[in-house]
């Protein structure tokens, strides 16, 4: 995080963005904001408010922003899924420039220099408030920030089921909060907050009013109770005379998929109806109040803008440009959760005003001005165009300077982030000096992929409804990585050693994987196969030996083997990795109490987990159960 260095690489003068299409200040324009809220609507669609067209829905809030402001027609986001995406608006850079590929294997490196370390050292307070946990402050994305308001993992009375997000409307609070004290107690020291709501991710349940008036459409619902909730900031900043001082800017991270491609939700694919996405500025900065714009528009077009607006130097090297320029523009965006989650080809595309090129292991062009839904794929009919395209992608991709942090998963977040719907750690499915557009392309295996997250909804509760779905699937493609995994890990879960079959099979198809290897040794691990599920972790450890999963659970099985010693190390080595780690610690703190009889620093371990994860019920009960004499 050298931010100073990195100060002094802005220059004064305006490099690299394009002058001559500056549109001028002129004397209607409001004076310069001093403040900026930015507010990212996590999965939602340009056309699902009212001010981009949208009937029969209620979004007053941002309607009124839309006419008092402007509106962003064609704005685009670079990833469809949240921290890729977040990372680009708050770095200013592409994802191959900031290396963030994907959720939870990647974190923003240390070195990236983001909006509000910029704004910090220009004297501003920062502060970010984000619902769900995929934005957790081990991502990354917390740099800069003097807030940053991740306080969101709590547990059920009855089940100790984590939750892992939050509402509008809980997020709001602890917002509207933090103005009001920064407010009291520097009233004169501008301020950015970033202000993120989960509300419109999958599953679709917006609260009461909004159940019943969007029962037909819960999505829609849920986006209405976003707005009615971004209507008490306004109220709060109206109140404290801080509304015109303050720039408001609402996007989305990306939007959601209803089928279009075949496709639903968001991740897999990056075409307009997972990248369109929305962006409203609440005051009127380049025109009159309410102009709409309808030039192409990115998510990193928003640092430079922000930074602009602020009446502060552009800072260099940066991949977007004003948002008031009209400059054309070649929107990147890419979808990465086929390769590292699927074993399929990535996709990487480019977005002109005109046409959308898809970069995958087969190839798409779009005439989106004839073809807005992107039904007609013109690859055959114009090859060269294609081959342009291409190159230019490839060109991207070159550019790469970043590979990336990765992020390490522990056993304790794994579980967590299991409620929504991620199975397995981060980390590339496809093995190192691989081609990945020699896979499969994610288009062929569009129907795998979606009856799959079909039958998913069913793990929890009829998990054999779910097991039964995959046995057919697997009758279909014998050959399907995926579906040996889940189909293996689910049957072991169910106590049936078939299971452990399919986990081989999986392994054996793609034995570059750690978490394959980390998978087996689960279901070894089940069926008290120690020895076996210890050679399967250290495979997965040799692979990656900051696979933190595999190497927690080879200290269970050497626990379950009396090898405590190792044990310890192991618990330890992860310890070392991850300093956060939980279960690590917890297990350390037993490992203390029970076989070394020293409940003081067994109780220092659970209290040093506790500080991390305070509610944690295995926490809580383990700190009781060692303040009483070891052995008893
Ligand atoms: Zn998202």
Redesign the pocket.
Known sequence: MNTLTRLLGFTAVLAGIALASWLVWNGSSPARPRNVILI?L??TRADALGAYGRKGIATPVLDRMAAEGHVFEQAYAHA????P??SSMLTGLTPPRHGVRN?IAYRLAADQLTLPEMLKARGFATSAFVS?M?LDSRFGLDQGFDVYDDDIVHYTEKTAKAIVTRRAGSTFDSALAWLAAQRKTQSDQPFFSWIHL?DA?YPYDPPLPYKQAYADSPYHGEIAYMDQQIGRLVRFLKDADLYDDTLIIVT???GESFGEHGEQT?GYFCYGATTHVPLILSQPLYGVPGQRYAHQVQSVDMLPSILQALGLEAATGLDGLLLSSDAARSVFSEAIIPSEDFYLAPVHSLKDEQYTFYYSSDLELYDRKADPGETNNLVKQQPDLAALYRDRVQLVLDSSTQTGAKASIDQATIEMLRSLGYVADGGSAVASGMDPFLLPSPRHSVGIYRRLQALRQFEEEYPFKLIEGLQAMLGEDPDQILLHRDLGRLLVLAGDEDGIDHLQRAAALQPADPRLHTFLGLGYHQFGRFEDSIGEYQLALELNPEHLIARYNLGLAQLALGQVDAAERSFETVVEQNDKDILALNNLAYIAYRHRGDSGRALALIEQARRINPEHPLLRENAKRFAEPSGG
């Open positions: 990212t996590d999965t469809p899924i949240t921290l995406s977040h959720n769900s995929i989960y991710h989305a991270d990306h968001h």
